[in-house]
T-cell receptor, first 110, second 113 residues
């Protein structure tokens, strides 16, 4: 059964304090690994797609990386506006449905 | 370019009733997927529609159904509502079936009392 696990469940950082979020996956024939950001009361906002081990993508203070078993979302010098829940999701090779992890709630304080 | 829209945004229903939720995808997108989000289970896949046909289905009971129209708009129906159906229902659109980048709407918050 396809499974995605995210850690930690919650993370509190001070502004400027860099850290990483982890997403480990067990998916048959991974076709893609996705990162989304979700603010309270809103739908998930697409951030990145990664397709193969070793791939990296960056957007502002965020960088996503992928290995054969896990993905990391690195947050460099975060700001309070980066506070949100970050979700990762995997797409198996057999179907175009996203299997989501339960997310990491990130809070960045001044 | 307008994003994915969902109506209504909020809904309160009583156990045993049925409900219909609507989703309009991004213009030009032909695939629509539905997800249920709850605090305990997170985001779970319900089904995907493309070209008016259900292409994939998650592990939900038959009370959950959907359809897609020729203009790609989609509706989701839940019959005989249960308290456990209270959730945020999210719709996501993508260009084609199998296109991985899915863009989500704001969701419909359903409360069953």
């Amino acid at each position: 059964e396809d499974q995605v696990t995210q850690s930690p469940e919650a993370l509190r950082l001070q502004e400027g304090e860099s850290s990483s979020l982890n997403c480990s996956y067990t998916v048959s024939g991974l076709r893609g690994l996705f990162w989304y950001r979700q603010d309270p009361g809103k739908g998930p906002e697409f951030l990145f797609t990664l397709y193969s081990a070793g791939e990296e993508k960056e957007k502002e203070r965020l960088k996503a990386t992928l290995t054969k078993k896990e993905s990391f979302l690195h947050i460099t010098a975060p700001k309070p506006e980066d506070s949100a829940t970050y979700l990762c999701a995997a797409v198996p090779g057999t179907a175009s449905k996203l299997t989501f992890g339960t997310g990491t709630r990130l809070q960045v304080t001044l | 370019k307008a994003g994915v829209t969902q109506t209504p945004r909020y809904l309160i229903k009583t156990r045993g009733q049925q409900v219909t939720l609507s989703c309009s995808p991004i213009s030009g997108h032909r695939s629509v997927s539905w997800y249920q989000q709850t605090p305990g289970q997170g985001l779970q896949f319900l089904f995907e529609y493309f070209s008016e046909t259900q292409r994939n289905k998650g592990n939900f009971p038959g009370r959950f159904s959907g359809r897609q129209f020729s203009n790609s708009r989609s509706e989701m129906n839940v019959s005989t509502l249960e308290l456990g159906d209270s959730a945020l229902y999210l719709c996501a659109s993508s260009l084609f079936q199998g296109t991985d980048e899915q863009y989500f709407g704001p969701g419909t918050r359903l409360t069953v009392t």
